[in-house]
């Protein structure tokens, strides 16, 4: 199975219960000889023979835009650990990776797909935007502070958010489509909306976008 694989990565996440302790983890990854883990627990990697990569909660990417902010993150939580920890610098080469990728989409007018959940990103960040936004339903809408285009629901907001950025590496011409989408019929008691009624609501309102043949206000002409 692993025959010609060059490299092995593991997400070490903290979302869950029963959970072995950092040490035990670890052992577990010298014992499989992981080159390359990601997690924001650096303390214990110190000094073994596992590679690190460090990823940014997807909260702090918008205050890390601004480079003394970036500079003051990579002090108090990188610089402290390195270099007794061996965290390897893999986000310039992934940037590499991604514009190679766009690059063979353009060369075969592919398509670049996305997941889009309207509900998670309204859960996460629930002052920022309104659940009718996440359901479609009638609201004020939400405007994007780089295009000053108003988005009035969220799908749209995340699809016209992925056309710019990948027109800004350069590809103005990848048609960007949702793979999969949909809203929660029940969840933990911190997701409120995630219901039964929503659900069904949602896929109605997309529906009629869908049949619609709707655009994003970024590409309106293009479903």
Same mark, same amino acid.
Not at 153 to 168: E, H, K, P, S, T
């Given at each position: ?26 052992? &577990?990854?010298?014992?499989?000889? @992981? *080159? ?11 000094? %073994? ?16 835009? /601004?480079?003394? *902010? ?13 270099? %007794?920890?061996? @965290? ?9 990776? @991604? ?15 996305? /997941? ?8 996460? /960040? ?8 996440? &359901? ?7 405007? /994007? ?12 907001? *995340? ?14 011409? @990848? ?31 997309? &529906? ?9 206000? &970024? ?5």
């Amino acid at each position: 199975f692993l025959h010609g694989v060059t490299s092995l990565g593991i997400t070490y996440g903290e979302v869950g219960n029963n959970l072995p302790p950092p040490e035990k983890v670890l052992g &577990l990854l010298d014992s499989l000889k @992981i *080159q390359s883990s990601n997690s924001n627990r650096i303390c214990f990697i110190a000094n %073994s023979n596992v590679q690190l990569i460090v990823t940014v909660e997807n909260q702090m990417l918008a205050i890390l835009m /601004d480079p003394q *902010q970036a500079y003051q993150w990579v002090n108090t939580h990188i610089t402290p650990y390195f270099p %007794s920890t061996n @965290i390897n610098g893999e986000h310039p080469h992934q940037a590499v990776m @991604i514009s190679q990728y766009l690059h063979f989409l353009s060369s075969t007018k592919a398509p670049f797909w996305i /997941d889009a959940y309207p509900y998670f990103a309204y859960k996460d /960040d629930p002052s920022g935007s309104s659940l009718d936004c996440a &359901l479609f339903n009638p609201n004020a809408g939400m405007v /994007d502070p780089y295009t000053k285009l108003r988005y009035e629901n969220m799908l749209y907001a *995340q699809v016209g958010g992925a056309i710019f950025d990948i027109a800004r590496m350069g590809y103005c011409n @990848i048609e960007v489509k949702v793979s999969k989408t949909g809203c929660p019929s029940k969840g933990d008691p911190n997701e409120v909306g995630a219901t039964l009624e929503n659900a069904a609501m949602y896929n109605r309102n997309f &529906l009629r976008r869908k049949l619609g043949s709707e655009g994003t206000p &970024l590409r309106p002409s293009v479903r």
